[in-house]
């Protein structure tokens, strides 16, 4: 992330001296207080729950945020000389060969690296002010098991064994997001304080009840009372978060720089369309977030699911079938009419029967609206980045429907393309010795290089992974339908995939 010199650096000393055209903070930062710590702060908390958080301040001062990165020190390195702001583009459809709207974030007035800063961090945990922990670590960053937490996952042996013996305290800084919470937590109980809300803001049905068997589990293995506290004490509402956010490139931080006169080491870029729905379930206090446009609702499971199945499912299948055929970017893919009519198919006819809609909720236009959003022309969505950590995102997106669709006695072929999809994907990257980015990499690419092309075979081998399949990898219908999509993918070439598609 290199800055030139030459051009003055975006901070709060040059916050003024902005075109009047980016929009800034409505409000005096330094009059704002932190309450709130987030875990993760990646691009897409960047370009949206931080959002947020800067109209809510432009009300409330009380609700700043504490960025920490888990793992590396680069959001903090980039930031940090920034005072913690960075720009926002926002890439309207509408303005696809005009520049787009900028504005400078302003919600996050601290930025910690936890490996290097983990007094910090547990100091900011403890802190009174602080009264909502929220994470977007990505699904593997939560180390969990289909009931709690991984107990054999490096990160929580790591975080249980460095645990002193007498008191339960970490000895050492946590490394796994549930070894920090679990530890936020203890100190605030030692000291007598009310609990933060620990809110997950991740692609995962029921995160916050997820996220709250794994916290309650690995504080049972360390301090049964304490997790007895977690019990009745604190709130893990659940929410769903959507806005689809490509990756930053050079092309984005050249086109800031002119616009702003000014350098920002790492601006983020998102699609204008921005949605987040939160279960109400706090305590001691929840920020108001209803003025900021997020939906506070009871019935969060049914958004949680539609989201996850008919966006994110959709998107992972033209990344992997759209991979195969040689496109790069979701929007190209979407002009592939053999793609694009397929994935049209699959959310209605496979994946809208799966759903308990919320009442009012119109699948139709949910969907017409999700597909306008994949087409965009403003947005350059590399498929390679939706491509990553396979293992995590296929069981959540696409296996759930899936299991529901063979218990209802419906077909499932169309439904195991995109899976085969992506054991087709990884056949290819393991057998071209390109890198698989995802927590199971090393399994992944050693049963891709072992893969013979032959269905049965091939399928049979990475049934076998651990904690992808679960119990449908001994459904013999799904089985044989995962077979059949991947003959049906021939030899994986543009041209196969076409006739797959069209089949
Ligand atoms: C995408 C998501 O990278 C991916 O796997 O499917 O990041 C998607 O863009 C967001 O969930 C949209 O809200």
Redesign the pocket.
């Known amino acids: 992330m290199s800055v030139t010199s030459a051009v003055p650096r975006l901070s709060d000393a040059t916050l003024a001296a902005l075109p009047a055209a980016v929009r800034r903070p409505a409000y005096d930062r330094a009059g704002t207080r932190i309450g709130v710590v987030h875990f993760g702060p990646g691009a ?1 908390h960047r370009a ?1 729950q931080a959002v947020y958080f800067d109209d809510l301040l432009a009300s409330d001062p009380d609700w700043a945020i504490s960025a920490v990165s888990l793992h590396s020190a680069g959001v903090r390195d980039a930031l940090r000389p920034q005072d913690g702001l960075y720009t926002l583009a926002l890439l309207d459809q509408a303005q696809a060969d005009g520049s787009p709207a900028l504005r400078v974030v302003g919600s996050i007035r601290e930025v910690l690296c936890a490996p290097e800063e983990g007094a910090a961090v547990l100091a900011r945990l403890a802190d009174r002010d602080v009264r909502l922990v929220t994470l977007t670590i990505t699904e593997k960053g939560y180390c969990l098991s289909p009931d709690g937490v991984d107990l054999q996952h490096p990160d929580i042996v790591r975080d249980l064994a460095t645990l002193d013996a007498p008191t339960r305290a970490p000895v050492s800084a946590p490394v796994s997001a549930i070894g920090w919470l679990v530890a936020g937590l203890r100190a605030r109980r030692a000291q007598g304080l009310e609990p933060f809300t620990v809110l997950s803001c991740d ?1 995962l049905a029921d995160n916050g009840g997820r996220l709250r068997r794994a916290v309650l589990q690995f504080a049972r293995q360390s301090d049964p009372a304490l997790a007895d506290w977690i019990d009745t004490e604190v709130a893990f509402p659940r929410s769903m ?6 990756a930053t490139d050079d092309a984005l931080r050249a086109r800031v720089a002119a616009q702003l006169g000014m350098d920002d080491a790492w601006p983020i870029q998102r699609e204008p369309y921005t ?1 987040w729905v939160v279960e109400d379930d706090f305590r001691n206090g929840r920020p108001p977030l209803e003025r900021a446009g997020v939906v506070l609702s009871d019935d969060i499971a049914g958004y949680d699911k539609a ?1 996850l199945r008919l ?2 499912a959709p ?2 299948t033209l ?1 992997y079938l759209g991979s195969l055929m040689g496109i790069e970017a979701v929007a190209d893919a979407m002009r592939e009419p053999a793609l694009a009519g397929f994935v049209a198919r699959l959310m209605h006819e496979d994946i809208v029967p799966s759903l308990q809609l919320p009442q009012g909720f119109d699948p139709d236009a949910y969907i017409e609206a999700i597909l306008a959003r994949f087409r965009n022309p403003a947005i350059r ?1 590399l498929l390679a ?5 396979g293992s995590q ?1 296929i069981p959540v ?1 696409l296996l759930g429907t899936i299991a529901e669709a063979l218990a209802a006695g419906r077909a499932v072929d169309r439904l195991c393309l995109p899976v085969a999809g992506w054991l087709r994907f990884v056949r290819r990257q393991s057998l071209a010795g390109v890198a698989i980015v995802d927590p199971l990499a090393d399994a992944l690419a050693r049963i891709g290089a072992a893969t013979t092309g032959e269905a049965a075979h091939d399928v049979d081998a990475f049934l076998a992974l651990d904690g992808v399949f679960g119990p449908l990898a001994g459904d013999a219908r799904f089985v044989e339908a995962l077979r059949r999509a991947y003959a049906a993918l021939g030899d994986g070439s543009p041209a196969a995939v076409a006739r797959a598609l069209a089949a």
Not at 241 to 246: C, F, L
Request: charge should be positive.
């Open positions: 897409f949206h692609n978060v959507d806005s689809i956010t490509p949605q989201k966006l994110n998107h992972s990344a969505h980045q939706i491509a990553w950590d995102k997106r």
